[in-house]
């Protein structure tokens, strides 16, 4: 069974520019995820979705940052205009709707703003 | 609210030492505790989790944690290093009540083993 995916691994990209990152969960997990560790920082929480729903929503930083998750398999997270202090790596998890408990980790994509 | 703190942001070790990485919670509402492993140039990984079952946690790898309530604490042990284990370790909790179940993280723990 294939683990969670995502792409791309590393982005580098300008200071105003915009960039998307895609998570392709476990097949069959409703449960998905994104996390991201700014350098040095713990891992933080970004947001939840259940299928297509975002459950919550509470650790997106700003509205410069848009997730989606249209049919409720892969998701994307884009984030347009991209400042500086949006570096670091971002994570994408899922699980299946029971047990919900543990969460399944991609390799994460690097992502830094110049 | 929950939170995590890990002591000791990095720790080294000699090969074939005991391992103890620390880690203490806060939760009003009783907890899941779970730690994570993140080799160079990979993913996290679960090493194992408390849901409230036995205190004392087998994971993977040869790593056990127990979950003392009274200390509120969820150290992760290993009683001899092997440089394979050379890694960062992150302690998170969560909850299962309500809608979501987002993980906590603690800030990491980075273990050197040295030969």
């Known amino acids: 069974e294939a683990g969670v995916t995502q792409f791309p691994s590393h982005s580098v990209i300008e200071k105003g520019q915009t960039v998307t990152l895609r998570c392709d969960p476990i097949?069959?997990?409703?449960?998905l995820y994104w996390y991201r560790r700014v350098m040095g920082k713990e891992i933080k929480f970004l947001l939840h979705?259940?299928?297509?729903?975002?459950?919550?929503e509470s650790g997106m930083p700003n509205n410069r940052f848009l997730a989606e998750r249209t049919g409720g398999t892969y998701s994307t997270l884009k984030v347009q205009p991209a400042e500086l202090e949006d570096s670091g790596v971002y994570f994408c998890?899922?699980?299946?709707?029971?047990?919900?408990?543990?969460?399944?980790f991609g390799p994460g994509t690097r992502l830094t703003v110049l | 609210a929950q939170s995590v703190t890990q002591l000791g942001s990095h720790v080294s070790v000699s090969e074939g030492a005991l391992v103890l990485l620390r880690c203490n919670y806060s939760s009003s509402v009783p907890p899941y505790l779970f730690w994570y492993v993140q080799y160079p140039n990979q993913g996290l990984q679960l090493l194992l989790k408390?849901?409230?079952?036995?205190?004392l946690v087998k994971g993977i790898n040869g790593f056990e944690a127990e979950f003392k309530k009274s200390e509120t604490s969820f150290h992760l042990t290993k009683p001899s290093a092997h440089m394979s284990d050379a890694a960062e370790y992150f302690c998170?909790?969560?909850?299962?009540?309500?809608?979501?179940?987002?993980?906590?993280f603690g800030t990491g723990t980075l273990l050197a083993v040295q030969p």
């Open positions: 979705f259940v299928k297509e729903s975002k459950q919550d």
């Open positions: 408390y849901t409230s079952a036995a205190t």
């Open positions: 097949s069959g997990h409703d449960n």
């Open positions: 998170a909790v969560s909850r299962l009540r309500g809608a979501t179940n987002k993980l906590i």
């Open positions: 998890a899922s699980s299946p709707i029971l047990p919900r408990e543990e969460q399944f």
